[in-house]
């Protein structure tokens, strides 16, 4: 009990302080021309993971509204926007990343949610009341899954 | 009760028959009732709607298997509640020791044409729903309690006097004393709300007829409300529908009853202006 207990604790702390020290706030991400740049946590982006985000009712759900047929498990895909096969490449890494944390600096008023804002927003529940879709790591993950998207 | 509107119905439905044949269940298609009512599920859109030429039933959105289940009244499950509501419609409750029946001595039939026209502007000026309506007549003729807005007696109640509009055509009055109601009406419908910062017309008029994952989008029209859905085995009201809708763009829903949501409703029903009641409809 007493090493799992530790090992818990640990790593619940390693993560916050990874998340706190490295991540970009929401409010602070530089967007260039609708293109970020630098990644927001400095971690890389674990495509596999982002592949789980991507299609995650709750998370990206990307589905919602996008096509794509590398994830042929999941029985509907959306057709609001477009399809994201070959999204990689359409867009560079930079470019998506923009895209993801903020669509409407890329697409002027789409209806594609913005998944790295934490305001800018009016009447949210509570509970979503001042956090992102998303968090930094699930961006750079997502990104990373778009990446492979060829 | 039921049969008489059927029999009243069957005279005009026999016309329109000729001109759609035997529907079958598709966007081009009319919805034909008991074999005898025609309901055509699109119209000219009202001269206030900008961006649309058409309005559109919700019901050609949906898949065959839910269409048929509004294509005869034995099929429909709405009509278990549309019974519930004729059961207390007979009931005495309140002080009074009154049923509705005890004044609306015609029956429900009496209210023929009511719903198309609602909401409406009362005689103080205010806007009206229905619902408030029976709920005048609980609180004020009856001494009763007042019955949950969205609720089911409501619900099934508010149904039970849709049903008496069936087949008429949708012509909700937006202006003169309407016209600042339905001017917030307009505003609440394109504005963006949400952590997903997205408005009805969002999805209900720049992507009506387009699959949002698992779902159909239609028009979000409220014609055929309220409405049963397989979903909750129950009657929704438009205000539990609109409810919905805002929270899965997770924004914090107005309450059922509202101002906000009344004035929405005055908007979304002057959307389908043109459009026929359906009520009670069937949706997933």
């Keep these: 009990m007493r090493v799992l207990i530790a090992t818990a604790v640990a790593s619940v702390l390693g993560s916050t302080v990874a998340f706190a020290g490295a991540a970009v706030a929401p409010g602070e991400v530089k967007f260039d021309n609708g293109t970020v740049a630098a990644s927001l946590t400095g971690v890389a982006g674990d495509a596999a993971e982002g592949r789980v985000v991507f299609a995650n009712r709750k998370l990206g759900n990307c589905l919602a509204c996008h096509t794509n047929t590398q994830i042929p498990e999941e029985s509907f895909h959306g057709q609001v926007g477009p399809t994201l096969d070959g999204a990689a490449g359409r867009w560079n890494e930079a470019e998506l990343r923009g895209i993801v944390s903020n669509s409407k600096m890329t697409f002027e008023g789409t209806i594609m949610p913005a998944f790295y804002v934490q305001s800018g927003y009016f009447r949210p529940i509570e509970k979503f009341d001042g956090v992102s879709i998303l968090t930094a790591q699930q961006v750079e993950d997502v990104v990373a899954y778009l990446m492979t998207l060829k | ?284």
């Design chain 2, 1 to 284: 009760m039921g049969m008489n509107l059927f029999k009243t119905t069957a005279a005009i439905a026999g016309l329109a028959l000729m001109g759609t044949g035997m529907a079958t269940a598709g966007e081009e298609s009319a919805l034909t009732i008991n074999g005898d009512l025609t309901i055509p599920t699109s119209a000219s859109a009202p001269a206030h709607l900008e961006n649309i030429d058409m309005v559109t039933s919700g019901w050609i959105y949906r898949t065959k298997e839910t269409q048929a289940l509004q294509m005869d009244d034995f099929d429909n499950p709405s009509f278990v509640f549309v019974d519930v509501a004729l059961d207390l419609w007979d009931k005495v409750d309140g002080s009074e020791g009154k049923a509705c029946s005890s004044c609306h001595e015609n029956g429900p039939e009496e209210f023929a044409g009511l719903t198309a026209s609602m909401p409406r502007i009362n005689a103080e000026g205010q806007l009206e729903t229905t619902t408030e309506l029976v709920n005048e007549c609980r609180t004020e003729r009856m001494g009763a309690e007042p019955w949950k807005y969205s609720k089911g007696k409501m619900a099934a109640m508010t149904s039970l006097i849709g049903l008496q509009s069936r087949g008429s055509v949708v012509n909700v009055a937006i202006d003169g004393a309407a016209a600042p109601y339905w001017e917030k009406g307009k505003e609440l419908y394109y504005t963006r709300v949400g952590q997903l910062d997205m408005s009805c017309s969002n999805c209900h008029e720049d992507n009506y007829d387009v699959m949002i994952r698992a779902d159909h989008l239609s028009q979000g029209q409220i014609n055929g409300f309220p409405t049963y859905r397989l979903k909750n085995a129950k009657m929704n009201t438009t205000h539990a529908r609109f409810k919905g809708c805002m929270k899965n763009i997770r924004a914090k829903p107005f309450g059922q009853g509202s101002d906000e949501f009344k004035a929405l409703e005055l908007y979304v029903a002057s959307r389908g202006n043109g459009l026929t009641v359906e009520t009670p409809s069937v949706r997933n």
